[in-house]
Nanobody, 121 residues
Framework: QVQLVESGGGLVQAGGSLRLSCAASGSIGSINAMGWYRQAPGKQRELVAAFTSGGSTNYANSVKDRFTISRDSAKNTMYLQMNSLKPEDTAVYYC???????????????WGQGTQVTVSS
């Protein structure tokens, strides 16, 4: 079995920082594309930042220059450093990854349960 678990969310004031973590565990053969999404009240889920299968990064325009995505392949863990947070960043943040299980010939998409980030004005 494969699981993704997010951590690091919380309540911060505008201008503050948070670092989110996403740890993948289970029978993992390899991790391909991996990224962060978020969903605010009344809005659709949107891409925040991601690594493509080719190793490049993509950022939403609203977070570019404020957020930084990174990963530690040895620990099967991905991070999202969020600086200069704004009230509009308030949302549930989800980890997403394309993972091939051990002994499997193919990969599939996995989602974490999400972690709440609330930014007060």
């Amino acid at each position: 079995q494969v699981q993704l678990v997010e951590s690091g969310g919380g309540l911060v004031q505008a201008g503050g920082s948070l670092r989110l973590s996403c740890a993948a565990s289970g029978s993992i053969g390899s991790i391909n594309a991996m990224g962060w999404y978020r969903q605010a009240p009344g809005k659709q889920r949107e891409l925040v930042a991601a690594f493509t299968s080719g190793g490049s990064t993509n950022y939403a325009n609203s977070v570019k220059d404020r957020f930084t995505i990174s990963r530690d392949s040895a620990k099967n863990t991905m991070y999202l450093q969020m600086n200069s947070l704004k009230p509009e960043d308030t949302a549930v943040y989800y980890c997403n990854a394309d993972i091939r299980r051990t002994l499997s010939r193919y990969s599939r998409d996995y989602w974490g349960q999400g972690t709440q980030v609330t930014v007060s004005s």
